[in-house]
């Protein structure tokens, strides 16, 4: 939709994501229980005749808890020593709030991991997917531009474990998910707790 220039933009939906042509360029919106986010994906050389908007990251799920980053940096490192790559998400409950979900894998190795996509009971919303690359650098890869598809979400991976190894001490690459559209996070100890 064409941002207004003399008045107001509509509110998005509940849980909707949509494009805004902006003054700068396109960008995208995104509504979810957690969270409300707005980010540029195209800057425009030149002011086009829209109004104009701003970045957006509102998060209404608060910080998570960096116990359940440390459990999760734990379990990545005790599984590099077995050679194999893992993952766990962290999930959120507006009422209940925070919960750590072991994943059913049905593949792991030194290269990849695969599980069964969980069907989270209602109320329940996945904000943080993570996974781990073992001893090798943390990236994003093909697989998972594949897998960060959907509802807003962010993704993190680690890289460079081995048993004993501090959370703060591993590679890690975050970024938030919309629509198939990536934004790099921060990597900074905030960050880290908010995970957003």
């Not at 939709?1 to 994501?17: N, T, W």
């Not at 990251?57 to 440390?70: H, V």
């Not at 993190?156 to 629509?179: H, P, S, T, Y």
Request: aromatic content about 12%.
């Amino acid at each position: 939709m064409m941002v207004p220039i003399y008045e107001p933009l509509s509110p998005i939906a509940p849980g909707a994501a949509r494009l805004l042509m902006a003054k700068d360029g396109l960008w995208i919106e995104a509504d979810a229980i957690w969270g409300h986010f707005r980010k540029q994906l195209w800057e425009s050389p030149r002011d086009l005749p829209y109004g104009p908007i701003e970045e957006l990251n509102a998060l209404r799920c608060g910080r998570i808890p960096t116990r359940y980053l440390d459990k999760f940096a734990f379990q990545a490192n005790e599984e590099a020593e077995r050679g194999c790559e893992t993952a766990a998400w962290i999930i959120w409950h507006p009422t209940i709030g925070w919960k750590y979900h072991r994943l059913e894998f049905l593949d792991q190795s030194a290269v990849s991991v695969s599980y069964r996509w969980p069907q989270l009971e209602p109320e329940w919303h996945l904000i943080l997917d993570m996974h781990s690359h073992g001893r090798i650098s943390a990236f994003f890869s093909s697989t998972d531009e594949r897998s960060d598809q959907g509802n807003p979400h962010f993704s993190m991976v680690f890289g460079k474990c081995q048993r004993g190894m501090n959370r703060a001490d591993l590679d890690c690459e975050l970024r938030l998910c919309i629509a198939s559209f990536y934004f790099d996070e921060e990597d900074s100890d905030e960050r880290g707790e908010r995970r957003s």
